[in-house]
């Protein structure tokens, strides 16, 4: 119930800024207004307009050493113009994350005077840093920005010690505060077996920066197969945002975190990526519109050549799973996404909603898992059903408020198609079955539901 008042509130509050009526949503500028910040209730990011802010990422983790300058700036704009908003990228990079061993650009440029000696920072790496992260500004993207990423760099915080560690995170605080486009994320594969010995570094430099950059929320990734930011208490007085990662259906680590209390956004930063653990696009798509039915604030993409920036990675820029990611976000960009609630007891969708799993095999339990994800607007004026398999559903429409346009929605294409018949009156439930597989022969589905 709290959580469900938090929406309420908040959902009053931004209808009231904006101005505009019940049946109404507001329009994303082409350009947020950086820095994002917490909504109103918690559910969910807004910009300095209190817009809300639909985060559609992309996962360039090597972009600061891989590539050129020129070549990060194409890859950016052309993100941009595929619909993404958010870019995650490793401000350090070593082996782990697709880099050179000692950290160094393709130029040679190395982040250190002295190696890993974080006391020690190199003005012309960092510079090079600074363009990057402009280059992105320009294209209207967000850049979460990990400072010193733990699958490479666990041993060189410990050798630095908790000191110099927050003397580095102090350094970067100073140094970025005044870029707009930043979110900041310590970890990245951060497991649960070095928390105890290495958890105070890492926190350093997540102190440090907090202590001069007031301006820029932080969130966390901790462990593989399935974490969230907040399963570590002692990071409770750093994280703004809660960042879940699993490779297990995604709708069930998102309610988790959907679900707590005090309320914190919670968006999906990592899952299966393309090209990678036999992912296909229909995988990619399950990961998408489960995590938003679930309640995220925003969802990754990842593609096996984009992340390290691999030979052939211009070549694997516009993909299927990217087109089709930019169809996700069409969808729920044409209403009010941010007004969703999950349909957690069953109370719209009331039979033919599948099996809900928090578990299985990493990666294929995904493929196999059929759970319908449904979340509707608390006035009952919007419903979005995504079903990953062919099937009949049984919709309560009395629980929507007025008679209902249906229309499907292909998740490979972005067509719509009315439902034959509608619209609906709300005086009972109906039955609605999937359209035709796909040309592609797979079978999900999105069903929408409008007030007239």
């Known amino acids: 119930m709290k959580r469900v008042l938090l929406v309420i509130v908040g959902i009053a509050f931004l209808l009231a800024s904006w101005g505009v009526e019940g049946d109404s949503s507001p329009t994303e500028p082409s350009k947020p207004v950086f820095p994002l910040k917490v909504g109103p209730g918690g559910c969910y990011l807004v910009d300095q307009k209190d817009v809300p802010f639909l985060m559609i990422g ?27 908003n958010t870019v995650w990228i490793n401000l350090l990079c070593a082996g782990y994350t697709g880099g050179r061993a000692d950290a160094s650009t393709i130029e040679g440029l190395k982040p250190f005077r002295t190696p890993n000696d974080l006391s020690t920072p190199n003005e012309a790496y960092f510079a090079r840093c600074d363009r990057i992260i402009r280059s992105a500004a320009s294209h209207g993207l967000t850049v979460i920005l990990d400072p010193i990423e733990t699958g490479g760099f666990l041993g060189t915080m410990r050798a630095n010690g908790v000191n110099k560690c927050m003397a580095y995170g102090r350094y970067l605080g100073s140094r970025y505060k005044s870029f707009d486009n930043i979110i900041w994320m310590s970890g990245n594969d951060f ?64 309610l988790r975190d959907y679900n707590r209390t005090p309320a914190v956004p919670v968006f999906l930063i990592e899952a299966d990526y393309e090209f990678e653990n036999g992912t296909n696009p229909e995988r990619l798509r399950r990961q998408e519109y489960w995590s938003f039915l679930a309640g995220a604030c925003g969802h990754i993409y990842g593609n096996g050549y984009i992340w390290p920036f691999k030979d052939g990675w211009k070549d694997n820029l516009d ?99 009315t439902v034959a018949g509608s619209p609906f009156a709300n005086t009972s439930p109906r039955d609605f079955t999937t359209p035709a597989a796909h040309a592609d022969g797979s079978s999900d589905w999105v069903l929408v539901l409008e007030r007239q």
């Open 191 to 254: 497991q649960r077996r070095y928390w105890r010995d290495y958890g105070d570094v890492v926190k350093a430099v997540a102190s440090g920066i907090k202590e001069t950059d007031t301006r820029h929320i932080h969130t966390l990734e901790l462990n593989y197969f399935l974490s969230s930011s907040l399963d570590n208490p002692k990071w409770a007085d750093i994280i703004d945002l809660n960042a879940a990662y699993t490779y297990f259906p995604t709708y069930a680590e998102v």
């Open 319 to 417: 993909t299927i799973g990217t087109v089709q990611f930019g169809y996700c976000k069409a969808l729920f960009q044409s209403g009010p996404w941010y007004a969703l609630v999950p349909d957690q007891k069953h109370k719209l969708v009331i039979a033919g909603y599948g099996t809900f799993s928090s578990g299985g095999s990493p990666h294929s339990s995904i493929d196999v898992n059929d759970y319908v994800a449904t979340a509707s607007t608390l006035d009952g004026k919007l419903a979005i059903v995504y079903m990953p398999t062919a099937r009949t559903i049984t919709v309560d429409l009395t629980k929507l408020s007025g008679s209902v346009t249906a229309r499907w929605y292909g998740p490979t294409t972005g067509y719509y198609q």
């Open 58 to 84: 992309d996962s360039p983790q090597a972009l600061m050493v891989n590539v050129s300058l020129s070549d990060a700036d194409y890859y950016l704009a052309n993100r941009a113009s595929r619909g993404f």
